[in-house]
């Protein structure tokens, strides 16, 4: 085989850092079946949300914009609890103003104008993402409430109003170059409709879309952005026969809002993330007509509130639950995971807000993901003596070799461990470590460092440059992984090769 064919094989490995005053070691069994993919992810399998409306101010920002275009290829999904209170500033809402509320947003109607359409269309574009437009599925109803923190939801008194939404429809249509390639209807609203409601809304739209784009060039429809615990709702959505969709999209906040390093730190409560999507799998997958549509997790964070959010979420220590949630996601069939946001002030982003604009340490491992990782996704075994040991397995992200590359969780606070990796690999003496530690073996520290050296962003008049990423090479005679407690990254085998890769080309 010529080597432009060949392609490398990736296995992700997440472990946890920490300095013990005592630190035991253990030899752990990790077998990687590299005859069969699994799953494949799209390219985009990391990807990110924004709300509406972004400032002026953030979507200018050559900062913001070189920053997310190192997460290409990736989607942005525009959309959250503002676009069931979002106006369209078009046709007869033209002149649109905003109305103030005290409820549970700060306003209980925002406009969307053509300028902050262009200015999304035009941002997407700089940052090398597609756009997912976000429709109200709530306009002349008000605000539907965030049924969150005690807040109630707000059941719709009456049919979906169309109105609105068809004047943006017939704008997009007199301008392509202002049209999002993917559209979804409403947020959360499971609370507030019923799956029957829903899938005549979902009908209701798609027939606008048609009559539209008669010729069939229409945005790309997704649906449903729900909860995670809707199984029950998202039966009944699939039995009353919503239009096809291009992906079944729902929201995923496992960790609720009791985010703490103890549950974060627990694999019991990581592994919730897999049940829910087994359990939209299976429904999926036995509904006639909707068996082949892909799960599409387009809002995601490690938590969506609690005291504790605001101090993780920006840590080394929130880390743990993303790099084991987009390696465990990946091997339940999920097509593709949306962190929300890309940018703010507050939760779980991977860049704070303006001005500062500065990465978090999860944008770090999103980059190396993005770098190291692609989408071929392999099994990973993990004897059962070691719980606290989560190892993924991927084909990595190069079209020239057939390597893999491990990414290892080691959630233990005073055990390393000796992976001794079984499988028909090839030869893996040569690994590549991209280690992710915490600054002062802190792991609610901000500040992250690659093998050792502090990730941060360059910039010299007014360019912005990335850190190093070099991987810290070594050579291990029996292949044996070293995994140090409580810390996480990648190890890349340069030398490996195997054959569910070469199937994958």
Same mark, same amino acid.
Request: net charge negative; with cysteine.
């Given at each position: 085989m010529s080597k432009?064919?060949?392609?490398?094989?990736?296995?992700?490995?997440?472990?946890?850092?920490?300095?013990?005053?005592?630190?035991?070691?253990? $030899?752990?069994?990790?077998?990687?079946?590299?005859?069969?993919?699994?799953?494949?992810?799209?390219?985009?399998? /990391?990807?990110?949300?924004?709300?509406?409306?972004?400032?002026?101010?953030?979507?200018?920002?050559?900062?913001? @914009?070189?920053?997310?275009? @190192?997460?290409?290829?990736?989607?942005?999904? /525009?959309?959250?609890?503002?676009? $069931?209170? !979002?106006?369209?500033?078009v046709g007869k809402e033209s002149n649109c103003r905003p109305q103030n509320n005290s409820g549970a947003h700060s306003l209980k109607e925002q406009c969307f104008f053509p300028a902050d359409m262009e200015r999304m269309i035009n941002f997407t574009s700089a940052i090398k993402a597609d756009l997912i437009f976000d429709l109200n599925e709530y306009y002349s109803y008000g605000d539907p409430g965030s049924g969150k923190n005690g807040g109630q939801r707000t059941k719709r008194p009456g049919p979906l109003n169309t109105s609105n939404m068809i004047d943006l429809l017939r704008f997009w249509k007199a301008h392509p170059s202002l049209t999002p390639p993917r559209i979804t209807l409403?947020?959360?609203?499971?609370?507030?409709?019923? *799956?029957?409601?829903?899938?005549?809304?979902?009908?209701?739209?798609?027939?606008?879309?048609?009559?539209?784009?008669?010729?069939?060039?229409?945005?790309?429809?997704?649906?449903?952005?729900?909860?995670?615990?809707?199984?029950?709702?998202?039966?009944?959505?699939?039995?009353?026969? *919503? *239009?096809?969709?291009?992906?079944? !999209?729902?929201?995923?906040y496992s960790l609720d809002c009791v985010v703490t390093e103890e549950r974060i730190l627990d694999p019991t409560v990581l592994d919730r993330c897999a049940t829910f999507a087994d359990s939209y799998n299976t429904i999926v997958q036995s509904s006639s007509g909707y068996s082949q549509t892909p799960l599409w997790i387009t809002e995601t964070g490690v938590g969506w509130g609690g005291a504790s959010l605001?101090?993780?979420? *920006?840590?080394?220590?929130?880390?743990?639950?993303?790099l084991d949630q987009a390696g465990l996601l990946a091997t339940h069939n999920v097509l593709v995971q949306h962190r929300h946001a890309l940018a703010c002030s507050w939760g779980p982003c991977f860049i704070s807000g303006v001005p500062t604009l500065t990465p978090r340490p999860d944008y770090w491992s999103a980059l190396l993901w993005k770098k190291i990782v692609g989408a071929v996704v392999l099994n990973a075994t993990v004897e059962k003596k070691a719980p606290k040991l989560r190892v993924y397995a991927h084909c990595a992200n190069n079209n020239s070799s057939n390597n893999f590359v491990l990414i290892v969780i080691n959630l233990d606070l005073e055990t390393s461990y000796n992976i001794n990796l079984q499988g028909n690999l090839g030869n893996i003496s040569t690994q590549e470590y991209y280690w992710l530690t915490p600054e002062a073996s802190n792991i609610t520290s901000s500040t992250i460092r690659l093998n050792d050296k502090v990730l941060g962003l360059g910039e010299k008049d007014g360019e912005y440059t990335l850190p190093s990423l070099a991987p810290n090479k070594k050579y291990s005679m029996n292949g044996v992984v070293v995994i140090p407690p409580r810390s996480y990254g990648f190890i890349h085998f340069p030398n490996s090769e195997v054959n569910a890769c070469k199937k994958a080309k």
């Open positions: 432009g064919n060949i392609k490398m094989f990736v296995v992700f490995v997440i472990f946890s850092f920490f300095t013990p005053i005592k630190c035991k070691t253990e $030899d752990v069994i990790v077998t990687i079946d590299g005859e069969e993919k699994i799953f494949t992810t799209s390219a985009g399998y /990391l990807s990110f949300n924004e709300e509406f409306t972004p400032s002026v101010e953030y979507t200018s920002s050559p900062k913001l @914009q070189f920053l997310a275009r @190192q997460l290409s290829p990736s989607y942005l999904r /525009l959309g959250g609890n503002s676009a $069931d209170i !979002t106006v369209y500033g409403g947020n959360e609203l499971a609370s507030n409709l019923s *799956p029957e409601t829903s899938a005549s809304d979902f009908w209701d739209l798609r027939k606008a879309m048609d009559g539209i784009w008669p010729e069939g060039d229409a945005p790309i429809l997704m649906g449903v952005d729900m909860w995670w615990e809707n199984a029950t709702w998202l039966k009944g959505f699939l039995s009353s026969k *919503p *239009p096809p969709l291009a992906a079944l !999209t729902w929201h995923l605001d101090k993780i979420a *920006p840590s080394y220590l929130d880390g743990f639950w993303f």
